[in-house]
């Protein structure tokens, strides 16, 4: 049988004149972070193979929310080849741009605008009708292309892989090639399903849960019970009679290996760990009271800076942590080896992953190739990046392959948390009943987050090793910027008529704040679609302006909950 | 470690495992099968269902040692990439699923339930699913297609 690698590298000979080896700056307002594959090169996003397959490379994955599909229609359109002649590779550090991390709803616009994937593909096609006319003696203008045959309108045609089938472009991203026009698009815009449907609804499709390399042991972790603990002793002859067992510590990580997945779950529930417990967390019922008497990040949205402190209408809305609860646990497979570290992860952001990984084990980062394989729906930050680190210092302490599998209370003890706030409205209306005074103040809970490339203590893994999780530092708020970025949703958009502007006297609102307190989270929090935005603040806002529009007639008591 | 012979999607297989090893990964790692998944571990998410002598069980908390002489179908023993079975055939029209993840629990469960009662109503089908989780909420497109294998099934009996 052919290793996963093997296979990228004879199936696809074509992947082998992707261009790999310089190092410059990633483009666009997503890659923040030098990429060893430049973003710029045509041959860095697709190549024609000598059968006519085109083979694309992305920087945004799917794990669900139908990426894949889109950007295989987006190259598809681009180039004017059907849809089954493309074939795109999804986040891999060996042959993808680095495009940061698949979230915020930005594939769409980082893919499909004015750069990156939709512009690789446009120059191609140009660049191919080019070399046509160059052959031809024509203009370019002249000639049509359809399902990837170029033809002058007479006899005279020639096949995409005729003129550069497996060979490279050798250009640069054309920034000003122009795109197919949507009148015109024959792929794009028609509704079908998600390519893998048929995969998933007969079994057969890949998820990281299904990756399997040769030699690979099985791992579980063991965690404490909560924040702050320390480890004081592992007996590891709890274990001893449990089949091929290996215990592994650092610092307070502790983690065991098996052959066998049956083994390493019993190991992990029988072997006897002694911690030092952390702090005791708030008591939950006046978990939200708590929040709002901690020390405090403070930060003005906005701030008209009358003082009057009076308002004739008030609520109070409070939301807890959420969990991901992605169905499956996380897991991840990794292969540490002397000349190479390998990691199958269902990371958002395999870039970043590959700079923590590389710090986690000390080894430079350009032997680390971190492999996009889809788990279990992700909706914001789940387990997948810290099961992924987890799994590689587990393969690094026992120098095999290890497919780390967490268990549910493992996933939901330890994921990053959707926060927790309490969210205070409070507003005066006029004599006619129109709102004149608007104070909107929020606590929001924060500890870690994405890892990014260098935060390696903001998931459990690196904290259990000793690295420390981004936490607000106490402070008062500055002064309001006097534009509104409202890229939480903290400040309603009816405050200023608009969002992203300011208010300039426009509306009835003649008083008006935005106060955010951000404190320290007793649990690991992150994103999750995404309790910051939309489904809170927005929410809090849209019901409080019907609230507070309507007082006179449902007569609202002061302090009143929602 | 003991010798086991399992009958999974038609094939007779032995497997050399702890008879105490869960079913779920005796698939999953002896046999590489990817259709029943590790959910919860719990029996209470149907990501690991699989069809025993017929019947929806959890492979997450079952022993192998338990199958005996039943057939073990997992979602891969209904139908191929190439001739999905119906029911399958259904849920990829319906485009019936985000990450998919949950898929074994829900096409098998819907399928066992339909062939005890073929005249299920939507009702009762809504009831057989009940103990299947599904995060991404697929549920109404996964009811849609259900109902459609449901009606070709109706269709196509043969009176009595």
């Not at chain 1, 009708?129 to 203009?139: N, P, Q, R, S």
């Not at chain 1, 072997?271 to 005791?280: F, I, M, R």
């Not at chain 1, 409070?318 to 990371?347: I, L, N």
């Not at chain 1, 994103?527 to 007639?553: F, G, K, Y």
Request: net charge positive.
């Amino acid at each position: 049988m052919q290793s996963r690698r093997e296979f990228l590298r004879t199936g696809g000979a074509l992947v082998v004149s992707f261009g790999a080896g310089s190092t410059l700056v990633a483009q666009g307002p997503f890659d923040t972070h030098p990429s060893h594959i430049d973003p710029k090169k045509l041959d860095s996003w697709l190549a024609v193979g000598a059968d006519g397959m085109v083979t694309a490379h992305t920087g945004k994955c799917d794990f669900g929310q139908g990426i894949y599909t889109a950007q295989s229609q987006l190259v598809a359109e681009e180039l004017c080849v059907p849809l089954s002649r493309v074939k795109l590779i999804q986040c891999d550090t060996d042959v993808t741009p680095d495009q940061g991390t698949t979230s915020g709803s930005q594939s769409t616009p980082t893919n499909f605008n004015a750069e990156n994937l939709a512009l690789a593909a446009a120059t191609a096609r140009e660049a191919l009708l080019g070399m046509a006319a160059a052959k031809w003696g024509v203009e370019a203008d002249t000639l049509r292309v359809k399902d990837g045959v170029i033809s002058d309108g007479s006899a005279r045609s020639v096949r995409y892989e005729e003129l550069i089938g497996g060979k490279r472009f050798d250009l640069a991203v054309n920034r000003s090639a122009k795109r197919r026009p949507a009148a015109e698009w024959t792929v794009m815009g028609k509704p079908i399903h998600a390519l893998e449907q048929a995969a998933l609804m007969t079994g057969q499709f890949e998820y990281v849960q299904a990756v399997r390399v040769p030699g690979m042991l099985h791992g579980r972790v063991v965690r404490p019970l909560g924040m702050g603990a320390t480890l004081v002793s592992v007996d590891r002859a709890s274990v001893a009679k449990i089949p091929g067992v290996r215990v592994v510590v650092r610092k307070n990580f502790v983690g065991v290996v098996a052959e066998t997945q049956h083994h390493a779950t019993m190991a992990a529930r029988q072997l006897s760990v002694k911690w030092n417990p952390g702090p005791a967390l708030p008591a939950q019922s006046t978990y939200y009271e708590h929040l709002q008497k901690q020390p405090s990040r403070d930060s003005l949205s906005v701030d008209s800076g009358d003082s009057s402190r009076e308002f004739s209408v008030r609520a109070r809305y409070t939301y807890p942590h959420q969990m991901h609860g992605s169905v499956g646990p996380s897991c991840a497979v990794a292969d540490v080896k002397a000349d190479g570290v390998t990691v199958w992860s269902a990371t958002q952001s395999v870039y970043p992953t590959r700079s923590i990984v590389a710090k986690l084990l000390d080894v430079p980062i350009e032997k680390v190739h971190v492999q996009f394989v889809r788990g279990s729906g992700c909706y914001g930050l789940n387990g997948a990046d810290a099961v992924s680190f987890d799994a590689a210092m587990l393969s690094q302490a026992v120098g095999k392959p290890v497919r780390l599998q967490y268990s549910r209370q493992d996933e939901m003890m330890w994921e990053n948390l959707g926060a927790a706030c309490v969210i205070e409205q409070r507003a005066s209306l006029d004599a006619g009943g129109k709102i004149a005074a608007w104070d909107r103040e929020d606590w929001v809970t924060s500890l870690g987050s994405r890892p990014g490339y260098d935060k390696t203590g903001n998931v459990i893994s690196g904290v259990l090793v000793g690295f420390e999780p981004d936490s607000p530092k106490p402070g008062a708020a500055r002064a309001p910027t006097g534009r509104l970025r409202n890229q939480s949703n903290t400040v309603p958009c009816y405050f200023a008529a608009c969002i992203g502007g300011s208010c300039q006297g426009g509306g009835t609102i003649r008083r008006e704040r935005a106060l955010t307190h951000t404190v320290k989270s007793p649990f690991f929090t992150g994103p999750l679609r995404s309790p910051l935005r939309i489904q809170i603040h927005s929410r809090t806002n849209v019901s409080w302006m019907s609230c507070a529009r309507q007082r006179r007639r449902i007569r609202w008591r002061s302090g009143s909950r929602i | 470690m003991d010798e086991i012979s399992l009958k999974v999607n038609g094939r007779r297989q032995t497997v050399t495992v702890d008879p105490e090893t869960p079913l779920l990964f005796v698939l999953n790692d002896e046999l590489g099968l990817r259709g029943p998944r590790f959910g919860c571990g719990l029996a209470q998410c149907g990501s690991c269902a699989v069809l025993i002598g017929g019947q929806v069980m959890r492979s997450c908390v079952m022993p192998v040692k338990a199958v005996g002489s039943r057939e073990v179908t997992t979602l891969e023993g209904l139908g191929t990439l190439e001739k999905p079975h119906p029911i399958q055939q259904a849920f990829i029209d319906e485009g019936a699923a985000q990450c998919g993840f949950c898929l074994s629990g829900v096409i098998l469960t819907a399928k066992a339930m339909l062939d005890a009662k073929p005249a299920a109503s939507d009702e009762e089908i809504r009831v057989a699913l009940g103990g299947v989780l599904c995060r991404c909420f697929t549920h109404t497109r996964m009811l849609k297609a259900i109902r459609k294998y449901a009606d070709g099934k109706k269709a196509n009996a043969v009176p009595a």
